[in-house]
């Protein structure tokens, strides 16, 4: 198998495209190619001025050799490598003639775009989409399909997307590797004696050379590592036990799902409907069941905390999880300050499967692509498309020609594992960097992944009360399928979509209190609150509904999204915001209780005494009846002096909802 993927790297990494970042019911026309596009492009050369093509980039310092830091003035790009940019640019000129500019993304890229091209001046000519940005921008349907050029855009062009070809990287833009890699703590599996044969530690790298890194003996592996740990204390934080595997179980599924040779949404469209995931999210759900993948649910739903599992595998917690690749540099020093060190290893496969299956793959998921938007003329196409070509040409020749230069190779390493461990260094090294695929997973660019995770996670915890996930899938996969008919539809039509719902805001930084027994039909809201969106401006407050229902105005207490404010723009979409109401007694007379914490932090010195969060000082503020008046302190500053270091005497009064205060004194110290 590695042999083979070898040589699959060699090929692709040869001719990689490196430089990705790796309703209104208006019409906007969509052009088409005359019949010869390649002399369209050929003309570029015979034109007396070179030809503007711009580029709006989500990276542009790495890209636009005269892009400056707004900060210092200074290019951002070291001088050696602009000066190789500059002459990309300049062999551009001189080939194409073409002039390739780039430009800034002013905002969010879903809102600025559609904007642009609802208002026939398109963003640029070329433009970055950031990663899981597609889906949103493809149901606005601003994006040119380029099937009419397909000769452009080499032998193996990005798959279609609802039946189109739409970006302009090939499929074959280098091999690529999944985002939340499987790890483990060594020293963890190391420690655990029933792992050891004849005195030698057998680890997961020796069980995936063997070929018997599969479904069963992964959990087989993990209930000997749950049995040594169970009465543990993790080693930060002594309540807390040192778990087999705590994970974010979404990463689970997708790469079980993977694992299995089948995928959400991939190069054959949707294909959640299928044994191979079925089979997977049954895999995840046997772990689950047998208490050996734990996960940071919240209470109710099936959701957890973002990134949640990164802190437990950083303070010691578990043995196995899977986290972002970028955030394993973190978890390898606060893993090295224990005289630990961290191992990767691929996601077990199904038993079935043989370990040199092509379809045994890791989950690869699209980052960042380049399209043409709606509204460039018939003309510029072909030019756009061959200088994007050039262009990504060029700077992959020169990368590989430093990397020649250097003295390095392609060996691809995941930083933050350990591979220079005495025993299982090399190999993880080598599993790692065959591990790969070309890209294979698209639901996230389809806007269909969270839709899956939602229906998979309520069935595995059994949240909103979901059936299992073969029942909970055929109830509700019409969210799915309907969603993904719906946009095909549009992208058959020149309708452009506005799907960004409007903005709503407090228009002040309040905390609503309402005495008790108020009526709520005498509260006036509508000066508390403004909308704005992004096609219609500032909209109409007065047509939003204010909604307090979950508000009991007869009893005294804090009532969490006790209003919630929804409003439509012109497109029927809904933009929504909620905050808390405090319903407090006007006739409390006590004053509230201050109470500090034992241990605050000092001042750093020059520190921005206006930006400072005061509950890092105060443990609670509570009125008569417990309501939390945390945001009514307010300080007493004369006294201190940010600028010199020392221990300074400074006042803090809180007032509740009655206007009962009560002051107290903290020394603060500027270090």
Known sequence: MFKKMRRIMGLTLASAVLVTGCSTKQAVETTTPKAESNKQTESANKSESPIVITYACTNRDQKDPYYKDPVTGEYYMKENERQVYIQILEEIKEELNVDLQFVAIPGLIWEVLLQSVLAGDPLADLVDLEINSQGRILAQNVIQPLDDYLDLLGDNPSPKIYGKHFFLESAASGMAWTLSPLVYNIDYIEAVEALKVNGETVYPTDLFNDGNWTWSVFTDYLATIDAHYANSQAPERPEYRIDAFRTDYTETLIEAIHANGGALYGDEGLQIDTPEVKQAVAYVEELINKGLLKANIIE?????????QATNFNLGETVFTEIEDWRLGEAASKAADRGQSIGFIPFPRPDHMAADDPNYQPSVTKGSSTIIPKGISEEKIPIAIATYNLFTEKVTKAKAELKAALGEDDTKT?????????????????????????????????????????????????????????????SNKNKITDKLSTIEALLNTEEIKDNI???VDKTAEEVFSIPVSTNPSTLTWTDKFSATDNLDGPLDITTATFDTSLTNFNTVGMYKDGIVVTINDSSENTGKAKANIFVYDPANKEAPVLTLKEEYRSISLDEDTSKINWNDFVESAVDADGLNVLSTITADLSTLDPTTKGDYTIGLTVTDFANNSTSTELVLSVK
């Open 414 to 474: 995941l930083k933050g594992t350990d591979i220079f461990h005495e025993k299982i260094g090399a190999d993880t090294a080598e599993i790692y960097n065959n591990w790969c695929a070309p890209v294979n997973e698209y639901s996230i660019m389809v806007g269909v992944y969270w839709n899956f995770m939602e229906i998979a996670g309520d069935s595995l915890w059994g949240a909103n009360g979901s059936p299992r996930f073969d029942v909970a899938w055929e």
């Open 501 to 503: 719902s409007p903005q």
């Open 300 to 308: 109710g739903t099936s959701n957890t905390p973002w990134a949640s």
